[in-house]
């Protein structure tokens, strides 16, 4: 497939369709016209092999001028400081915590128990402070480890953590229902019921796209409900090519534009993408399809923005 510049990417968006020796796969249709949805990339950074990949997901997102948000592991970004700061230093980007070392800040059914809290705090208050201390800006964001299918509710002591440490916003509920997935469109809530209303949750939507692939090993083990709340979004089989991979994707977009979500964003991973497709071909064409639908890109801070300066909560 040949590569797409943001100049190919506007005329086919602007012409109300995309090329389809461009971008094979890609379904005509609807008319590209202004939405208040956003659409967020955003990206678990979180072992060695996403370095690498990060140079590749960099170079597509650069020629597209597509934002993104990163959450880094702050061991990883540690271990390699001046290259993240390297790739990832610049306007597009917002750079986001995801721990220090990935360790559970609460009980996950798949990836294990919480850690005791006095290395909550840790994970908490260190992942902050690597991203700060590498990029020399502020980090106002914290993806944890795994994520939730509760996100943080009824955990207190854990956003009291959070609060002190700084952070404006978590994106902790990445999974459906009792731990299923697809996790479910939501939209974004304050914890005003646990006593912190200025703490915001910005969920994540879809898949694990690692999960799609297999790439954890977990074979084909209880992951949906039954009956699935969307059926839509169930592959038959694990994704053998990026166009499956983006087939599931634009299910999200196109039920959240269609629903009037105020964002939509899916749970990527740098080392599974750059496994699974080393020429980024989904990107390329899930970013083609955010274009010509009319999404609006966007970071998790600026959609934190949004929502501070409209005062809403829920």
Known sequence: MSRITRRDLIKTTVAGGVAAAALPGLARGRDTRPTKTRYIAAYDTESPGCLAACGRIVEVHKRLEMPATFFIVGRVLDAHPAEYRKLLDGPLFEIASHTYSHRMLRDNEFCGAAVPMDERREEIFKGKESVERVFERPCIGMRPGCGFDNAFSGEPKVLQLVKEAGFKYVSSLLWGPDYSLPALLREPFSYQAEGFPDIW??????????????????????????????????????????????????????????????????????????????????????????????????????????????????
């Open 201 to 314: 949750e910005l969920p994540g939507h879809g898949w694990h796209e690692n999960l799609l692939k297999d790439h954890n090993r977990w074979g084909p083990r209880r992951l949906t409900l039954w009956p699935p709340p969307f059926p839509e979004a169930v592959p038959r089989s694990f994704c053998k090519t990026p166009s499956d991979e983006f087939e599931v994707n634009r299910v999200f977009l196109d039920k959240a534009l269609e629903t009037g979500m105020p964002f939509v964003s899916l749970i990527w991973h740098p080392w599974s993408l750059a496994k699974f497709d080393p020429d980024m071909k989904m990107l390329e064409m899930t970013f083609a399809h955010v274009r010509r639908t009319g999404l609006k890109p966007s970071t998790y801070g600026q959609l934190y923005q949004s929502l501070r300066k409209s005062g809403k909560s829920s």
